[in-house]
């Protein structure tokens, strides 16, 4: 493992079972991320990304099999590989919530309305840094206001539903917050938020990252949000990254099919009005029994029949740091050496 | 555009709702005209009312005041607010709506088939068996859905599918206008696309007049002729597309455009915050609505609403300042 590497998935595969079989959500996925930088893993809905960051915390439910390795830099445990742990286990629970923490996508559905937003952000803090409920009130109170939010003394006795959507997302990444994680995974952090307030979390996001020196893992299907946050990109799809790339280089000169697609069906303001935006055909395919070759298959514009549909493309370096998994960009090998053959 | 001609025209509308004896200003005064063929957008954040606005036009709610005055089919003017609920029947066929979200707003009991059926059946029961199926498949076909699949339940269908079930359901009585009122916004970027595309064909094929309420502004700049921007209530600015992205007049459409995620990570453009949150509708400030977050208000704007105003050809905005401010927008490029 790379000294420089807050977290390294090697080959992470989950498989669901539901009643019509396997599902196959996730097919080997590998990525890093560095001290320090944000890594944007995006893609459509049903495409693994929120399965691939629960593998990381062992939160996926049960019926979901993960396999494949997860190398993080834990603070007790020295290296360790996350997958291993048991995950109702006391070593996990000591990186969960503590070292990498979540920030979930609908704010008001994240936090419990039972109990006051001061208690639930001191559930972490009582875990994880100190027995004193005094102290723990002290680290939460000065957590929140680091987020913004203002008049905390009296936020820390309110209900969620006392809170604007804002304002409880603040009180999340709060929560996130409070024991100064190395690593912060955000699941669509501002999906369900207004332009002017995702504007403002996003924000805040940047600047905290920067006292707190933290990675941020952010996941997100918002290609606007991708080029405002994150130094890195990961695209996936069905399961798969397929291309992954510098941020800047991936607006620039997207490579894959999917890729271009995607940028392509987002308008930008200020250009000119092209007649029609340029849409992928189709829908993502269920993972159930999927036929061999790359998933993308059925969708692409510039697939190649015979060699696609036959083989699977694996990630292959095409410049400095930009990978690609497309056999139409990268040259189409008819006996490929190191791409595996998957007939059945 | 020059030679088309009004189809909507927008009074004064009002709406207040009154619970507990508070009373929630949703929309308060908002006048604009649309003509045939175009496409409107109406955006603003969440509470600002652009989705009671367009309940009110198509009168799902019963505006407090105003009229809107709708151009029929038959070149009649009529005042669509006010006539009883018989004729309302009739001239409803041609005022339609889109909904939000396609998870809820199709009955899970109910087949495809049906649904898109409905319309029909309320509004012409004595329609023939076999013209009334004809009528589903054809539109059900023009809106890309697979009609082999029209026996099965709304479930069966991705949210791309329902919203073109939705759309189906909409065209079906052949309207004239359509309410689309968040109708992208829950799917996936790639599908969005499509079903843009979709009623970018639509429109053309049977000039279509639809009036777009969304709070994404990238999709609103593509397919809108015009655009409305609302806040608290009001419309605090109207004008041509082009004109509002590029020349805003009015700083709360400013500090909104500054907010919009661009996706090229190369433009870092400077955002305009905005402080504190949308004040209680309930409870409204005084004069303009919007100086407890304007970073150029002054005295008079604390005390005196302005007046909605046609500053600029076509280019309507309520501001005190918008003459002599310069604000920021979208540079063009050619």
């Known amino acids: ?344 | 555009m020059s030679e088309s001609k009004k189809i909507l025209d927008v009074q004064n509308i009002h709406m207040r709702f009154n619970s507990k004896g508070i009373c929630v200003r949703a929309v308060t005064d908002v006048s604009f005209t649309v003509n045939e063929g175009e496409t409107i957008g109406i955006v603003g954040e969440s509470g600002c009312g652009k989705t009671t606005l367009g309940r009110c036009i198509v009168r799902a709610y019963e505006p407090s005041e105003g009229t809107v005055l709708y151009t029929a089919a038959n070149g009649e003017v009529i005042d669509f607010l006010r006539i009883d609920k018989k004729t309302m029947k009739e001239y409803r066929k041609e005022i339609q709506m889109i909904f939000q979200d396609p998870y809820s707003s199709l009955d899970p009991r109910m087949t495809v088939l049906d649904i898109i059926k409905e319309p029909i059946l309320a509004n012409y029961p004595k329609m023939p068996k076999a013209e009334v199926e004809k009528k589903v498949m054809d539109i059900a076909a023009k809106v890309g859905l697979n009609t082999t699949y029209l026996k099965r339940y709304p479930h069966a269908f991705s949210g791309g599918q329902r919203q073109r079930i939705g759309i189906a359901r909409a065209l079906v009585l052949n309207p004239r206008v359509i309410v689309c009122d968040e109708a992208v916004s829950a799917l996936d970027v790639s599908i969005q696309a499509q079903v843009i595309n979709l009623l970018h064909d639509l429109q053309k094929e049977f000039n279509l007049t639809y009036l777009f309420i969304s709070h994404d502004l990238s999709v609103v700049e593509y397919i809108s002729d015009k655009v409305g921007v609302m806040y608290l209530g009001k419309l605090v600015e109207y004008a041509p597309t082009k004109a509002l992205f590029s020349k805003p007049l009015h700083p709360y459409t400013e500090s909104l455009l500054s907010a919009v995620p661009v996706a090229d990570p190369t433009v870092q453009n400077e955002r305009i915050p905005l402080e504190g949150e949308i004040p209680n509708p309930a409870n409204p400030p005084t004069g303009c609505y919007f100086h407890t977050r304007c970073r150029y208000c002054t005295e008079t704007c604390k005390q005196e609403a302005p007046a909605y105003v046609e500053l600029e050809p076509d280019h309507f905005v309520a501001c005190h300042r918008a003459r002599e401010l310069k604000l920021r927008g979208f540079s063009y490029d050619e």
């Not at chain 1, 890195?232 to 799809?237: E, I, N």
């Not at chain 1, 069906?265 to 993502?284: A, C, D, P, Y």
Request: proline share 4%.
């Open chain 1, 1 to 344: 493992m790379d000294n420089n590497n807050i977290i390294e998935v090697k080959d992470l595969r989950i498989n669901i079972k539901i009643d019509e079989g396997t599902l196959t959500a996730v097919r080997g996925v590998n990525f890093e991320i560095r001290k320090g930088e944000t890594l944007g893993l995006v893609g459509e809905s049903g495409c693994g990304k929120s399965l691939t960051s629960k593998a990381i915390l062992g939160i996926n439910e049960k019926k979901c099999k993960a396999e494949g390795e997860i190398w993080f830099e834990a603070d007790e445990l020295g290296r360790v590989d996350l997958l291993t742990l048991n995950p109702r286990g006391k070593e996990i629970r000591s990186v969960r919530g503590k070292q990498i923490s979540m920030i979930f996508q609908e704010p008001m559905v994240a936090f419990s309305p039972m109990y006051t937003i001061g208690n639930q952000i001191n559930e972490a803090t009582l875990l994880h840094i100190t027995k004193d409920k005094k102290k723990a009130k002290e680290i939460s109170l000065e957590v929140m206001r680091k987020v913004g939010i203002a008049n905390a003394e009296k936020r820390y006795d309110q209900y969620p539903h006392e809170f604007s959507g804002g304002m409880l997302q603040r009180a999340l990444i709060a929560m996130a917050l409070v024991c100064n994680p190395k690593l912060l995974i955000a699941d669509e952090p501002t999906t369900a938020l207004d332009v002017t307030i995702q504007a403002q979390i996003l924000e805040l996001m940047k600047s905290l990252q920067k006292d707190f020196g933290m990675s941020i893992l952010f996941i997100t299907h918002d290609l606007g949000t991708v080029a405002r946050m994150c130094d890195r990109v990961a695209v996936m799809y069905l399961g798969k990254i397929v291309e992954s790339a510098p941020a800047v280089e991936i607006y620039k000169n997207p490579q894959h099919p999917y890729t271009q697609g995607l940028i392509g069906s987002v308008h930008k303001i200020g250009t000119k009005n092209q007649e029609r935006l340029f849409s992928i055909e189709g829908t993502v395919p269920l993972a159930l029994n999927l036929p061999a070759g790359c998933g993308f298959y059925d969708r692409c514009h510039k697939r190649i029949e015979g060699v696609c549909n036959v083989y699977d493309p694996s990630l292959v370096d095409i410049g400095e740091d930009h990978k690609i998994a497309c056999f139409a960009c990268t040259g189409c090998p008819n006996a490929p050496k190191n791409q595996e053959v998957t007939d059945k």
